[in-house]
């Protein structure tokens, strides 16, 4: 059995597998009132690891001595190529000092670590979000002081571009895809032969904007826009990521009401009165995202195998139907809603134990 770690801001989430068997798949949540108690994200650690363990012992699908890995969700560290590491002691020390950023999901290979002492198992993480396999060109903004970043969906990307290989019948290596990760926020990807070799950076809200990201604005805009607003710098950040956005433009990311207001804007019911606005915005942002899977078919010479399109807002028909019919000459367009981030984790570690992968090592 395989244990699956998957920390957020407010949430823990927890799943075990038996080979592709899912036995156990939790979601606690952590109140406010809980996590203000703690000072920084990592203070958090020994409270998470408590609940988790309280959760474990009350299932009956929990069998410690057949555990024999336990794996979570990486966080904040310096680029790495695409793979499963194992959490070592420069990990850990890494993410303990949050060297590279804080974040909640620096808590993964964290917790992984402790609960796999507690079994005495092994830990490891898989394609944290920091997999960064860009080509040299991509890096390139335009400012010498600046160099493109990837941060992405890595782990849902690399697992969906996978499954839509075996779909077309070919290997990960074998394949140029383009995956579009719609979620709070989004991250569009070109997978050339196995590696991403150029994508947005979707922590800061680099490219299409999304429901709380404000995407790649106009620079001199922008610029002017600091410069003759009194903001401080957090100000400043939100408008960039968790305020931009679907959000900035209707007063909320929740996905399914916007989706009503159109309906019943478009069926003339009693509804919000700016619904065609709902559906404006909506268009722009799949607007937005057909213009960035269309500029990275450049990268390969238009030599597309596949679109394919994954993340929350992937189960949305209005939103996969906006893309599709602005990028349906590229090739075949594959969907796989959800961000599928517990069994691709699980089975990342199944790959490791029956041999099929190598694990890699963490430096610092």
């Known amino acids: ?35 203000a108690r703690f000072p920084t994200i990592i203070d958090q650690l020994e409270f998470r690891k408590q609940v988790i363990l309280g959760v474990l012992e009350q299932r009956p699908e929990f069998e ?21 590491y194992r959490v070592n002691e420069a990990m850990k020390r890494d993410l ?25 198992v092994e830990a490891f993480i898989a394609d944290p979000l920091v997999v960064d396999e860009m080509s ?31 779909k077309l019948g070919k290997s990960y290596g074998e394949c140029n895809l383009i995956v579009a990760h719609l979620g709070g926020g989004t991250s569009v990807g070109i997978h050339e032969r196995g590696r991403v070799t150029d994508v947005n950076n979707a922590l800061d809200g680099d490219g299409p904007f999304s429901v709380e990201r404000a995407g790649g604005l106009p620079s001199g805009d922008w610029l002017r826009h600091i410069l003759t607003h009194s903001e401080n710098p957090q100000s400043l950040q939100k408008k960039l990521t968790g305020q931009g956005g679907i959000v900035a433009y209707l007063g909320t990311n929740d ?14 019911t009693v509804g919000h ?28 010479g238009g030599r597309i195998d596949a679109v394919v399109l994954t993340g929350g807002l992937a189960r949305g028909r209005r939103i996969v139907e906006e893309i599709q019919r602005r990028v349906s000459f ?35």
Do not use: W
Request: with cysteine.
């Open 255 to 268: 996905v399914q009401l916007i989706e009503q207001e159109i309906q019943a804007h478009l069926s003339q």
């Open 273 to 300: 009165r700016d619904g065609g606005k709902y559906l404006e915005v909506i268009q722009a942002m799949c607007y937005q995202v057909a213009k960035e899977i269309c500029s990275l078919a450049a990268v390969v």
């Open 330 to 364: 590229l090739g075949p367009f594959l969907v796989f809603p959800g961000e599928n981030e517990m069994q691709a984790l699980a089975f990342a570690a199944i790959e490791v134990l029956q041999g099929r992968e190598t694990v890699q090592e963490y430096s610092s």
């Open 96 to 120: 303990e000092t949050a060297r590279y950023g804080a974040h909640a999901s620096n808590l993964g290979a964290l917790l992984a670590g402790l609960l796999a002492r507690e079994y005495s």
């Open 64 to 84: 410690p001595k057949g555990l024999y890995a336990v794996i979570g969700r990486g966080g904040l560290l310096h680029p790495l190529t695409g793979g499963v």
């Open 1 to 35: 059995m395989v244990l699956v770690i998957n920390p957020g801001s407010t949430s823990t989430k927890l799943a075990l597998y038996s080979e592709a068997r899912e036995l156990i798949n939790e979601r606690i949540s952590h109140n406010t009132a809980e996590l």
């Open 136 to 166: 040299p060109l991509a890096r390139y903004s335009g400012v010498p002081e600046i160099s493109r970043k990837s941060i992405f969906h890595a782990l849902n990307q690399k697992a969906t571009a996978r499954k839509a290989a075996v």
